[in-house]
Every structure is written in C-alpha cells, then in structure tokens.
C-alpha cells in the first residue's frame, strides 16, 4: 500500500519535470557570429534565439554540421578550431585546434567521421564524430577547399595550388585516395548535389567549371561551361562566391558566376548550360528553396545589402529585397516557407516569408554570418 | 588664368603628397578599420592570419614598403584572388589602411 503510493507520487512528480526538460531539435539552428567567436543557437518555432555558446575563436568564414540525431553541431573555425556543441545543453563537449587555419568540414554519410580541409598545413584531416580523435591526415601541397562528402563513406575536396581533385574513400579500415589531376586552374569551392552524384568545382583561375559523375566506375573530370567568360571584361571579385548543395532546383543546377554578375543555369544530367540570367552584383550564394521553385542569391561587397530571388522555370528575377548592410548569408526552414537572412552590420537576422517575400520577423544577433538548420543532418552534401 | 594655375598647383602638390592629402576623418576610419576587419578580413581573417588571402599580421608586413602595400591595395595582384580596390576607395582611404598594417611591425 506504502509502496503503491510512493510508487505513484514519484510518476506524479516525474512526469511533469520530464515533460520541461523533452525538447526536439528538429526546428532548431545555430547561427555563427563571427566576430564574437560565439554561436546562437535559436529556435525556428519561436522565431527566437534561446542561447549563446561562446570561446570558439576566429569564426570568420566558419560553417558547422550537423550529426544525424540533430543533437550535435561540429563547427569549424577558421583558426583550425574544431568544437563539438550540443545544441540541447547548449555546452561545448569536444575541441581541438587541429589546425593553424581551416576552411570548413564536413560528415561522412553515417555520421561517424568529422572531415576538415585546411589550408595551413594543407590538407585534410578525418576525426572520430564521437571522440574528436583524429583517425587520417590527407595531405595536400596548398589549400584544400570544397570539401563535400559523398555516400559510401566518401568525402571530396580540391586543392587551390595544384588544380587537384582527390576523392577519400573511408569505407575500409584505411583511408584510399584517389587523385584526379587537372581539376582546372585554382578551383575555389564546390558542390555536390543532393542525389550525390556531382561535384562540382568553381574555378577563379580559368574560365568554365569542373564536375565530376561520383557514381561513375571510374570518375573523371569533365569541364562544363567551357566558353563561359570568354570575351567577357573580367570584374574584380571582392568575395569569392560560394558553391552549395542547395543547387539543385528541379532537373537544373544553379551556379553564382565568378568575375560576372551573373548566375548560371545547367542541366542536372547532360550539364550543359541552360541559360543565365544577368543579377545585381557578384552573386555569393545561389540558393534554391525546398522544392526548387525559387532561387534566393545574395551578393559580394560592396553591393551586399540587396537580395534577388529568380523563377526558376523563367529565369527571371521575380523579386529584390534590401534586408540591410551586408547579408552573408539565407538559410530556408525545411519546406521552404521561410527564409532567415543574416545581415551583419545591422547585427540582426531577418526572417522573410517566401510566398510574400515580406519580412515577418528579427532576430538580435552579434554580427551574424552562417545560418545553419537541424534539417541539413540529412542531407548529403552540406 | 592665375586661378587655374593656382588649381594645378594645388592639385599636384595633393598629388605629390598622397598620404597627407586629404585627412581621415573619426568616422571614416572606423569605417576602414570595419572594412579591413570585416571585408578585408573574408580572405585575410578576422585575425589577418591568412586565409585564401595571406596573412597580414604585423609579422608578415614587418620591413614592408608603405607605397607598395597602397599599390597592391589599389591595383591588386593580377594573377592572383587580391582584387584592385581603387574603384571603391581614395588613395588617401589605402593609405590609411597601409599605415594601420604596418603600426605594430618594427620597420
């Protein structure tokens, strides 16, 4: 009788405190604020931010994963710094310095290994997701940049300095690289689109743009675009666009130009070009919403406070919008109904609805760059 | 005609004197000193450690020229991702940002 009752007030008093303490990542994110060297985490939900993780070093040009529970943020920082964030108890769980200046990472297909290219030493190196150990160093003589992973334990990068492709098979005890030489001239970035089957890489050295069919037996470099820039007066470019695996928007890809204020439509099987359509300014990011129907772009300094969003069965751009001072970055909530925009000088991120393309919310962050969606965990190519 | 004279005269003795000729105004150079930490720094680093960019630090500009910093500032380094910054800047603005890389270094 005793015990029945103790029995029923302990599920009495722990139901309600268990009830508090459930949370689900599915609608959260983390947004890097470069300058402070801290993140927000923040909540799609409430539109609101519900934390801070700060000490995380020089976060200029940093961007993170996710691990598949969503639990879990790896962030890569610029001075090599490698932290491992629980985004529930909002902690810093793991942290190497792993190198004295890095580019960005990325996780393996079954969320075991943790993969960052750096450009001092040049290279990259593949960590334990859990423990941070690192497992592999894959060296590179220059910057290794564009570094995607790719199903079957996989990952891709290009090296800035030699114009060299390597693909990182991992899905034995030891690492095997395969070197494609002859990416083309300085490749500066790189995708892979969301079936894993192409990786592309920008190129800033020469005209045109590698890709590379990973499903293919033997994979080969192929240029597409080839003539793309001749005859064309070069612009300067004042930051280097970014290649994501937010590019494909139906059966075509859409890639920011380098050195013109363009973006560029491909073929997602014969890539070949598909058109162009003339934008703002340099363009940084081409991203295509959920769905494909949309693509938002943002652009380079110094006329970074202006947004476009482009039809994608048009080409046309079908809206502009000027969130403020430097936007370096969008991010769509999973289906696409919302797009969180940094604008770093104004220390905010905006919130745009994207059927009106009206903004419906603000959010007060510390000179914000990346913003970063639980949802990517399950994607390839992020 | 003195007039005009006057104006040539006063327009090469700015342009002989690039450093001093027009001051930076509080304002301005915070808005070069964010520009060198925000923009410059995309490449360079927040830190100036380097990125695609090299770095900038006050060891890496030690002993360096202060005209063939603004030069580089200016015209870029053809060949290369360092883009010209002329058309968005004066040469008195590159000046300014030339003498705040070398400010710490020993020269």
């Not at chain 1, 190497?96 to 001092?120: H, M, P, R, T, W």
């Not at chain 1, 666009?241 to 204020?261: F, S, T």
């Not at chain 2, 070069?32 to 995309?42: N, V």
Request: one cysteine or more.
């Amino acid at each position: 009788m005793t015990r029945l009752a103790a029995l029923l007030m302990c599920s009495v008093l722990a139901a309600p405190a268990l009830a508090q303490e459930l949370r689900a990542t599915g609608d959260l994110g983390v947004i890097v604020e470069r300058a402070t060297g801290s993140v927000l985490i923040v909540d799609q939900s409430e539109r609101a931010a519900i934390g801070r993780v700060e000490g995380l070093g020089d976060l200029s040009h940093a961007s993170l994963v996710f691990s598949p529970d969503e639990r879990f943020a790896y962030l890569f920082g610029r001075d090599g710094g490698l932290s491992k964030i629980d985004i529930l108890t909002q902690q810093v769980v793991g942290r190497v310095i792993q190198s004295g200046n890095s580019i960005g990472g990325a996780i393996s297909d079954d969320g075991k290994l943790i993969a960052v290219a750096n450009y001092e030493p040049g290279g990259v190196k593949i960590f334990d997701a859990d423990t941070l150990e690192e497992l592999a160093h894959i060296e590179a003589d220059g910057k290794a940049l564009g570094l995607e992973d790719a199903a079957g334990r996989k990952f891709v990068f290009s090296v800035w300095d030699t114009n060299e492709t390597k693909i990182v098979d991992f899905s034995g005890a030891e690492p095997v690289v395969t070197t494609l030489s002859d990416i083309g001239a300085n490749p500066y970035d790189a995708l892979v689109t969301d079936d894993g089957r192409t990786y592309i890489a920008g190129l800033f050295g020469e005209d045109g743009l590698s890709a590379i069919d990973l499903w293919a037996e033997v994979p080969e470099v192929k240029r597409i675009l080839p003539h793309y820039g001749r005859g064309q007066e070069e612009m300067p470019v004042y930051k280097m666009p970014h290649l994501e695996g937010w590019a494909k928007a139906g059966d075509q890809i859409v890639l920011p130009a380098v050195h013109h204020h363009e973006v560029l439509w491909v073929d997602a099987r014969t890539l070949e070009e598909t058109g162009r359509t003339a934008v703002h300014s340099q363009p940084v990011f081409a991203m295509a919403r959920p769905g494909g129907r949309h693509v938002w772009v943002n652009f380079a300094h110094p006329e970074n406070d202006t947004i476009q969003v482009i039809d994608t069965m048009t080409h046309e751009v079908i809206g502009e919008m000027v969130p403020g001072p430097a936007v370096l970055h969008m991010e769509f909530t999973s289906r696409g109904t919302e797009a969180w925009v940094s604008v770093r000088d104004e220390n905010k991120v905006v919130i745009y609805d994207t059927t009106t393309l009206e903004p419906i919310g603000e959010i007060e962050v510390q000179s914000p760059s990346g913003i970063f969606f639980t949802a990517r965990a399950h994607r390839l190519g992020l | 005609m003195p007039e005009r004279l006057a104006m040539t005269a006063l327009i090469a003795a700015l342009l002989a004197l690039p450093g001093a000729a027009e001051t930076i105004s509080p304002e301005k150079a915070d808005e070069l000193r964010h520009l060198l930490y925000q923009d410059c720094g995309s490449c360079h680093g927040l830190t100036r450690k380097g990125g695609l960019g090299s770095p900038l630090t006050p060891e890496a500009m030690e002993g360096r020229d202060r005209d063939g910093l603004v030069e580089i500032i200016l015209d870029g380094l053809p060949g290369t991702a360092m883009p010209p910054w002329r058309p968005l800047m004066s040469e008195a603005e590159a000046y300014w940002i030339a003498d705040y890389l070398l400010k710490d270094t020993v020269q």
